[in-house]
Every structure is written in C-alpha cells, then in structure tokens.
T-cell receptor, first 117, second 113 residues
Framework: AQKVTQAQTEISVVEKEDVTLDCVYE???????LFWYKQPPSGELVFLIR??????QNEISGRYSWNFQKSTSSFNFTITASQVVDSAVYFC??????????????FGQGTELSVKP | EAQVTQNPRYLITVTGKKLTVTCSQN?????MSWYRQDPGLGLRQIYY???????DKGDVPEGYKVSRKEKRNFPLILESPSPNQTSLYFC????????????FGPGTRLLVL
C-alpha cells in the first residue's frame, strides 16, 4: 500500500534560519510522482513541485530546494533563509502513474512551519 | 481564467440536514475528485470521477454521494451530515491523460453541529 510519512508535525524557526521538512514514502510502483504543496493560513493549496520517479535530480527554485533519494524513499524540502511568509502547513504527496487509482494523491500528515521574526 | 470553484466556501449546519457542496471547473477536465482534510491525517480522497456518469469510491466514501451529470460539475452530497464530517473539503480536477497535474479548488470549510 502507498503511504507518505511526514514525521515532523510542527517546526518553529527564527527568520533567516534554514529549515528542512522531511518526507518518506512507500510504494510498490516503479513509476510514481511526488509532490509538495503549501497551505498558508488562508487555507488554499499551493502547488510547489512535482517529481517523477525517474528523475532523481535535485531541484532548486529560489530559496526552495528539494532532495529526492530513491534509495531512502525520501523527498525532503529545504527552505533557505526562511521568511515569515513561509509560515504554513506543508504537505508531501505521492501518486501512482496510472491504472484505476491513477490520479489519487496520497498525502502525508502535513508539517506546520512557523517562522518567527 | 482557468479555475476550479467551490461553493459555499464556509458552511455551518446541523446534524441530519442534507447539503450539497458544488465544484465546477472551466478547463474541460475529465478527471475530478473530492478530498477531505483533517488534522493529523492530511488529505484523503472521498470520491473521484473519470468522466461524465463515471464515478468511484476513494478511501473515505462513507456518508457521501457524488454525481457527474455534466463534465464541468462534480457536486459532493451529504445526505445526513454528522459531526464527524466536519472538515475542510477540496475539489480537484485534471485531464485524464495528465492526472499528475491537478488543479485544486479553494476549499470548503464545513462545520456540522
């Protein structure tokens, strides 16, 4: 069965600190997709990144970076020089590539990040 | 503007009073689904639809119904809401051949008293 675990329920940092949000996943599929979403206090889901299982290249987007390691089934998210606006709940998610369940996103429990000034 | 809309955005109701949360998308997407979000559990899929008149259960379908009479609409129906259905609900849509790119609605906060 597919599963996503975000062991950190809450993280609190001071502005300008770097912070890493952990995500560990389980799947028997060889083809799958991994995602990160941000949920600010207003409640909407903001898509951050999608990675397919064949692309282990790390990605950097401004202050955000993602480390995908199939060997440890992890897809961790790092925010460099955090800012107060980064305060949100962050979700990691996994989906199968195809089949009847293709399209269903399996979400982790979420990590609430609080960045204090 | 391409979007998924949900109505209402906020709803307070009482146990047993039937309600419908609407979801509409203007992107001609075949695939639509509903999720509920609960603290400590993340989001879980309730129902999904691969096209008009084709719907199927997700992981937590109990107490919900859906219909897909038109491609753009995918309403979520709670025939007899109970307090354990108090949650944040999200609708999502995508093309059937690109289910990795999903668009989420803004969410509906439901409180059942």
């Amino acid at each position: 069965a597919q599963k996503v675990t975000q062991a950190q329920t809450e993280i609190s940092v001071v502005e300008k600190e770097d912070v890493t949000l952990d995500c560990v996943y389980e799947t028997r599929d060889t083809t799958y997709y991994l995602f990160w979403y941000k949920q600010p206090p207003s409640g909407e889901l903001v898509f951050l990144i999608r990675r397919n299982s064949f692309d282990e290249q790390n990605e950097i987007s401004g202050r955000y970076s993602w480390n995908f390691q199939k060997s440890t089934s992890s897809f961790n998210f790092t925010i460099t020089a955090s800012q107060v606006v980064d305060s949100a709940v962050y979700f990691c998610a996994l989906s199968e590539a195809r089949g009847n369940q293709g399209g269903k996103l399996i979400f982790g429990q979420g990590t609430e990040l609080s960045v204090k000034p | 503007e391409a979007q998924v809309t949900q109505n209402p955005r906020y709803l307070i109701t009482v146990t047993g009073k039937k309600l419908t949360v609407t979801c509409s998308q203007n992107m001609n997407h075949e695939y639509m689904s509903w999720y509920r979000q609960d603290p400590g559990l993340g989001l879980r899929q309730i129902y999904y639809s691969m096209n008009v008149e084709v719907t199927d259960k997700g992981d937590v379908p109990e107490g919900y119904k859906v219909s897909r009479k038109e491609k753009r609409n995918f309403p979520l129906i709670l025939e007899s809401p109970s307090p354990n259905q108090t949650s944040l609900y999200f609708c999502a849509s995508s093309f059937l051949n690109d289910r990795e790119t999903q668009y989420f609605g803004p969410g509906t906060r439901l409180l059942v008293l």
